[in-house]
């Protein structure tokens, strides 16, 4: 049983537009998500995140969105660029581990 | 600042034979993790380790030891190797209840 969904494979977008990736979650004992960016052949490198008592989280280009009643978050970039060609992936946290639960991830692809 | 490197980069092994990946970090962080990425999918937990001298079990430990015997470096350990661990592996640190950091990942392949 997947308890991170990212439902969308693949996603493209013109330069300039808004890029809109989502996240469903199952879990109700999740209380931190996070973004993460990975290029090929590198790491995921960390984006943004959110606690579960907040409902909107923004930095700079990107903003997540939290609704904690439908168990699903999204991530809004504005204006998306090329550089942001990736693949993004959802993750959620909810135990003193430090544990993530990671989503299978959604690959954007920001056309000139 | 390195952060978290991860070495070999890359390694072929034949079925059967062993081989340990080192994780390093110099960010003093207490927890550390191993994650295995397959094509299309998300990272899935391997083991992870709160502190020095402490290791657990995550989502797919199944083939794999592990070692947190110095607070900087998480070996992770493979005894047998199996095609199915055909795979890349991260390894990632963090302060408790932050963000991870990954390093730069070791692709592996079984022949």
């Known amino acids: 049983d997947q308890q991170v969904k990212q439902n969308s494979p693949s996603l493209s977008v013109q330069e300039g537009r808004i890029s809109i990736l989502n996240c469903d979650y199952t879990?109700?004992?999740?209380?931190?998500f996070l973004w993460y960016k990975k290029y090929p052949a590198e790491g995921p490198t960390f984006l943004i995140s959110?606690?579960?008592?907040?409902d909107k989280n923004e930095d700079g280009r990107f903003t997540v969105f939290l609704n904690k009643s439908a168990k699903h978050l999204s991530l809004h970039i504005v204006p998306s660029q090329p550089g942001d060609s990736a693949v993004y992936f959802c993750?959620?946290?909810?135990?003193?581990?430090?544990?993530?639960?990671f989503g299978d991830g959604t690959t954007l692809t920001v056309k000139p | 600042n390195a952060g978290v490197t991860q070495t070999p980069k890359f390694r072929v092994l034949k079925t059967g034979q062993s081989m340990t990946l080192l994780c390093a970090q110099d960010?003093?962080?207490?927890?550390m993790y191993w994650y295995r990425q397959d094509p299309g999918m998300g990272l899935r937990l391997i083991h992870y380790?709160?502190?020095?001298?402490?290791?657990a079990k995550g989502e797919v430990p199944d083939g794999y030891n592990v070692s947190r015997l110095k607070k900087q470096n998480f070996l992770l350990g493979l005894e047998s190797a199996a095609p199915s661990q055909t795979s890349v592996y991260f390894c990632?640190?963090?302060?408790?209840?932050?963000?991870?950091?990954f390093g730069p990942g070791t692709r592996l392949t079984v022949t």
């Open positions: 990632a640190s963090s302060y408790p209840a932050l963000e991870q950091y």
């Open positions: 879990n109700s004992m999740f209380d931190y």
């Open positions: 959110i606690s579960s008592i907040k």
């Open positions: 993750a959620a946290k909810g135990d003193n581990a430090g544990k993530s639960t």
């Open positions: 960010m003093n962080h207490e927890y």
């Open positions: 380790s709160v502190g020095e001298g402490t290791t």
